[in-house]
């Protein structure tokens, strides 16, 4: 006799390409052209595992910036989708860089290290994402947070029970999708990391 399992599924996409001009800064920056293909290609492909998925549809979530708001309603438009819900703590965090441990992570060149004062405020916002999202499920449920790519990898690490240092050890492609899955009892589950398989080789990017 088989048990129904109940889950949440968790969808992070990371956004598409952008564009760094000057010294706007990440409240501005924009998707590029690349960008805006990426993303439509990814609304295509969240169209095929929506419409396979089990239990309750949760909703679209992303953050603020641009780059990520911008790809999730591209992404929206694919899936027919009116709604968005923009939460302020889904923006990009920074890349942490521990001194003492360089040694067992090692260390991206030209990457500053960061102070205390600095992890905490990463840590609280990891911990504010993971109290909304990653709570124990009642019910099988599903959503999908177009995103940034550092969040995206300390929320894998902290799924992993890996230190938050870990992250330099993951790649992260724009429209990327990353499947985490959280079941009762705490148990959590990576069942998929940076897939680009929805897009062609020449619409493959990283920075």
């Not at 968790?10 to 293909?37: C, N, P, S």
């Not at 969240?46 to 419409?51: A, K, M, S």
């Not at 905490?120 to 019910?139: D, G, N, S």
Request: contains cysteine.
């Amino acid at each position: 006799m088989s048990l129904e399992v109940v889950y949440s599924r968790i969808l992070l996409v990371r956004h598409g390409h952008y564009e760094r001009i000057g010294d706007q800064g990440d409240t501005v920056w924009g998707l590029t052209a690349l960008g805006r293909r990426q993303a439509a290609r990814t609304g295509r492909r969240l169209v095929q595992l929506i419409e396979a998925a089990q239990g309750k549809f949760e909703g679209l979530f992303a953050s603020p910036w641009p780059r990520a708001l911008q790809t999730a309603e591209i992404a929206a438009h694919e899936l027919n989708i009116d709604r968005i819900k923009v939460k302020p703590y889904l923006h990009e965090v920074l890349p942490l860089l521990d001194a003492d441990k360089i040694a067992e992570f090692g260390a991206h060149p030209g990457l500053p290290f960061t102070t205390a004062e600095e992890r905490a405020v990463t840590v609280r916002q990891i911990e504010r994402v993971r109290e909304r999202f990653f709570r124990t499920p009642k019910q099988t449920s599903f959503c999908v947070i177009f995103t940034h790519g550092n969040l995206i990898r300390y929320l894998v690490t902290s799924t992993l029970r890996l230190p938050y240092e870990a992250w330099s050890r993951f790649d992260c492609c724009h429209c990327g999708i990353t499947e985490l899955r959280v079941y009762p009892e705490g148990f959590e589950a990576l069942i998929s990391y940076n897939d680009t398989g929805h897009l062609p080789a020449g619409l493959i990017t990283t920075a």
